[in-house]
């Protein structure tokens, strides 16, 4: 079974400079998270998707940040300008709404903004 | 996050017991987990323990919950070099958002 994919695994860019994030969740998992894990530290909640409903936003920097997931299955995160303090790894994880809420991650994106 | 405290660095001889401390503050928490993180990779859960539980044992990993003082710890026997890695506690509840700690860097020496 495919585990969650992400891409591009790595990205550098200029700061200013738009970029994108793919994630594509194990086939059947209804949620989606994308995190933010910034080094030395742990994932830290960006967005959470139920199928394609965007349920829990709150931690998302809607100045700079969109994340959409329009047919429920795989999502994309912008960030338009990209700032220096941007660079960091950007998660995605699935699960299945559960009783423990196992959430699969994936290997994440590293962003490195200059 | 600042809701869930770990050590930064544990190192430990090949073949030796590895403990992993964590504490947290939310008491309505649900679930208590830990993941691990290999360089590059993303997070693998490990196992988790249900807050109404002390114990769980899961083959070499061996989980601690001490409810009353928010403590939770993770017991690796026969610590192996594959067992190098970064360590995530974290605890959730009914609404799937997980908190997780800093991260215990644990490097097994020969």
């Known amino acids: 079974e495919a585990g969650v994919v992400q891409s591009p695994r790595y990205k550098i860019i200029e700061k200013k400079q738009p970029v994108a994030f793919w994630c594509n969740p194990i086939s059947g998992h209804n949620t989606l998270y994308w995190y933010l894990q910034n080094l030395g530290q742990g994932p830290e909640l960006l967005i959470r998707y139920e199928n394609e409903e965007a349920v829990d936003d709150s931690q998302l920097p809607k100045d700079r940040f969109s994340a959409e997931r329009l047919k429920g299955v795989d999502s994309t995160l912008k960030i338009q300008p990209a700032e220096l303090g941007d660079s960091a790894v950007y998660l995605c994880?699935?699960?299945?709404?559960?009783?423990?809420?196992?959430?699969?991650f994936g290997p994440g994106t590293r962003l490195t903004v200059l | 996050g600042e809701d869930v405290e770990q050590s930064l660095f544990l190192s430990v001889r090949e073949g030796d017991s590895s403990v992993i401390n964590c504490t947290y503050t939310?008491?309505?928490?649900?679930?208590l987990y830990w993941y691990k993180q290999e360089p590059g990779a993303g997070l693998q859960l490990l196992t988790y323990i249900f807050s109404n539980m002390d114990m769980k044992q899961d083959q070499r990993l061996t989980v601690l919950l001490n409810k009353k003082d928010k403590h939770l710890s993770l017991r690796i026997a026969d610590t192996q070099t594959g067992d190098s890695a970064i360590y995530f506690c974290?605890?959730?509840?009914?609404?799937?958002?997980?908190?997780f700690g800093a991260g215990t860097t644990v490097t097994v020496r020969a």
């Open positions: 939310d008491s309505s928490s649900t679930y």
């Open positions: 994880a699935s699960s299945l709404a559960g009783s423990y809420n196992e959430q699969f």
């Open positions: 974290a605890e959730g509840g009914n609404d799937y958002k997980l908190s």
